[in-house]
């Protein structure tokens, strides 16, 4: 029996060397820079490691983050949270509305709200937003400033609306002539056309700012069919107040004033309107979808409620840590500065994230958090590892220069392996890095 034993122990050992050796030579062959690359890779059911490779060594997360904030703040706000946003009347016949940032919020909400009002056959001597529930800060430590104009990365506020984009619609006009562009919002944007008509061609168009001209766009590119462009705005505050304006406007409600911010009172208002979201619909923007906008905003409220204070990333630090102390981990050689891992000041460990999806997969709430996991065809990986359909769960980031997958894979064997795998090197091509990744998980797949 101790000889049985003892042979299926090296047995084990020789398997995981040949493992392990096999990814080497494939990382050798592929050229990249192996201290580049974190990886581990757990049996959740024994606990075991199947292969580390700088474990330790703390790399950029990108969006794999969002795994452990979006957890953290259901955590501190509950499965069944609303994102409210409330139109109130006073008793000195003032309209107020109460903001929560709520990254699902649109125009066409803003819409119900005033005619909820004019229902009640209101005419408000004044209306106000109340905007205390966040401090001002709206972009996240580290963001790139020539990423202002990515339409993944825009401002995230209280002033939450219609996703903080403006959309061109750009139509092809005469060969060789510029396109005809038009903007569909009041937003104040200026641009410059350097679009072409190539109708032969295909369409590739862009925005840039103008080095010349303060606050001007460029936008330019060949147009052979109808398309349509988003750009990020840079104030969400001026675009929601004139959002809501058009909205009045449209909706023939009485009121002429301005609109400013004032804190709703604590006594003397009721609840005209009520517009609302849940983390049902807003989760799976976040972990299948890799939404910038909704991870920054969950994260920020989730602070604001556990701290009983106005959000802020302060108060979000305070909850994520208070989370890690309730699951019993502790925080290693890792640093987060934002809620959605667009900054690379964010940092992170394959040991820490991997003893995080340990904990979770081992948590009764597993099969909930799997679920809102993309799996193969669907999110972010609706068009990446699709040979793995129904037995992969996982979460992707991907910044420059960088590539990261982290979550569950069960084998051709049944057996269910929590990993995580970061590649911050800067000479491997964003292809060969998802291969990487791909060789790395379906070795594992074959063979375990």
Known sequence: MQKLVCLIVVLMLSITAGYAESINKMLDKMGVNKGAVSVMIK????????????????????????????????????????????????TNNDLYFKLSGDPLLKSGDLAKLIRAAKAKKITPKNIYIDDSVFDKHEWGEGWQWDDSLNPAMPKFSVYNLDKNLVYFDIDPSVNQSPANIAMRSNYPLTFMNYTKTNRSASSNVGVSKNTEIPNMLNIAGTVSKKMSLAVPIASPRLNFILSLED???????EYYSKITPAKLPAKDVYLVGEVEHGLDKILPLILKSSDNLAAETLFKMSGAVYANAQGSFENSLKMVNAYFEKLDITPRDIKIVDGSGVSKNNLMTSEFMTEFLMNRALSEEFEEFKELLPTPSEGTLKNRMLYFKGNLYAKTGTLADTSAIAGYLTSKRGKLYAFDIMINDARTSAADKANIEEQILRNLYMNY
Do not use: C, H, W
Request: hydrophobic residues 40%; aromatic residues 10%.
């Open 247 to 253: 909205v009045i406007r449209d909706e023939n409600f």
């Open 43 to 90: 049996n959740v059911q024994t606990g075991d490691t199947v292969y580390s490779l700088n474990e330790t060594s703390p790399m950029y997360p990108a969006s794999t983050l969002k795994l452990i904030t979006a957890a953290a703040a259901v955590d501190a706000l509950g499965a069944d949270y609303n994102f409210k946003t409330g139109l109130y009347k006073s």
